[in-house]
T-cell receptor
Framework: DAKTTQPTSMDCAEGRAANLPCNHS???????VYWYRQIHSQGPQYIIH???NNETNEMASLIITEDRKSSTLILPHATLRDTAVYYC?????????????FGGGTRVLVKP | KAGVTQTPRYLIKTRGQQVTLSCSPI?????VSWYQQTPGQGLQFLFE???????NKGNFPGRFSGRQFSNSRSEMNVSTLELGDSALYLC????????????FGQGTRLTVV
């Protein structure tokens, strides 16, 4: 699975959009981008995933660049409850197992 | 629909002992994965079971083992505990063989003294 690079931490103002970048310059054509987050003392929570088209769900939007070497997770209106560590994961979407390889993630602090 | 349930939530063991942790996946899910989380190493994959078969294994010593039962419930066992095994152990369940999303439990906090 391709390696990802994320900023170690970032702050965000409550009510504003939070834009979380992720670099995955060695991504292969059959690898998807997944985002999870982990709120303190809880298990990770799935947010969204995508291959090459932009994706949106009730939690967030995922923007993937045309060359697929980077992506941005957007939390449209950050709340204090969005304070968490956000993990960007790249993996092949195949029937070879459900293994997730977590990196260091981005520690997001939403401030009032 | 009940989420992933891990028991116990907290555990204190002595070096050299063994421990068994339990995970009940979401009803209908057939894949169960285990992860270890420590401040130094972060979240690391231990192993995955699908339909009672171990399908993937992480880079952990043989002291770490697991199994899955016919009802998809899973257990992991750590023998000859070491201080460095102190960690949060997380279980995740998924419906099928291709990962769309994994649902994690709250974890078991193991402290080895």
């Amino acid at each position: 699975d391709a390696k990802t690079t994320q900023p170690t931490s970032m702050d965000c103002a409550e009510g504003r959009a939070a834009n979380l970048p992720c670099n995955h310059s060695t991504i292969s054509g059959n690898e998807y981008v997944y985002w999870y987050r982990q709120i303190h003392s809880q298990g990770p929570q799935y947010i969204i995933h995508g291959l090459k088209n932009n994706e949106t769900n009730e939690m967030a939007s995922l923007i993937i660049t045309e060359d697929r070497k980077s992506s941005t997770l957007i939390l449209p209106h950050a709340t204090l409850r969005d304070t968490a560590v956000y993990y960007c994961i790249v993996r092949v979407h195949k029937a070879a197992g459900n293994k997730l390889t977590f990196g260091g993630g981005t520690r997001v602090l939403v401030k009032p | 629909k009940a989420g992933v349930t891990q028991t116990p939530r907290y555990l204190i063991k002595t070096r050299g002992q063994q421990v068994t942790l339990s995970c009940s996946p979401i009803s209908g899910h057939r894949s169960v994965s285990w992860y270890q989380q420590t401040p130094g190493q972060g979240l690391q994959f231990l192993f995955e079971y699908f339909s009672e078969t171990q399908r993937n294994k992480g880079n952990f010593p043989g002291r770490f083992s697991g199994r899955q039962f016919s009802n998809s419930r899973s257990e992991m066992n750590v023998s000859t505990l070491e201080l460095g095994d102190s960690a949060l152990y997380l279980c995740a369940s998924s419906w099928g063989q291709d990962l769309t999303e994994a649902f994690f439990g709250q974890g078991t906090r193991l402290t080895v003294v």
